[in-house]
């Protein structure tokens, strides 16, 4: 049974930064194309960046370009999201999920996410 268990949220000042961690299990993790999605508050949810399995090819949302990364270490089965300069618009909840390599195809189950707050 797959699993993903996100963590890393809270609340930070706008600039500030945060790492987000997504543990899976149950799952050859490794040949698994990664994404983050958030979603805010009444808004749908949003690709946010995707790894290919191999960690070799990244992309990102053009509204959090140059400010986040994603990152892998399939060692540890183990997804990350480096985010700075964080703004108060990247307030949500953000999930990691199993995708296809462009992001937009989701192979469920959804975690629970983690929750980002924004704000001074």
């Known amino acids: 049974q797959v699993q993903l268990v996100e963590s890393g949220g809270g609340l930070v000042q706008p600039g500030g930064s945060l790492r987000l961690s997504c543990a899976a299990s149950?799952?050859?993790?490794?040949?698994?194309?990664m994404s983050w999605y958030r979603q805010a508050p009444g808004k749908e949810r949003e690709l946010v960046a995707t790894?290919?399995?191999?960690?070799?090819?990244?992309d990102y949302a053009d509204s959090v370009k140059g400010r986040f990364t994603i990152s892998r270490d399939n060692a540890k089965n183990t997804l990350y999201l480096q985010m700075n300069r964080l703004k108060p618009e990247d307030t949500a909840v953000y999930y990691c999920?199993?995708?296809?390599?462009?992001?937009?195809?989701?192979?469920?189950?959804w975690g629970q996410g983690t929750q980002v707050t924004v704000s001074s």
């Open positions: 999920i199993r995708t296809s390599s462009s992001g937009k195809t989701r192979f469920g189950p």
């Open positions: 790894s290919t399995n191999s960690g070799g090819s990244t």
């Open positions: 149950g799952v050859t993790f490794s040949s698994n194309h």
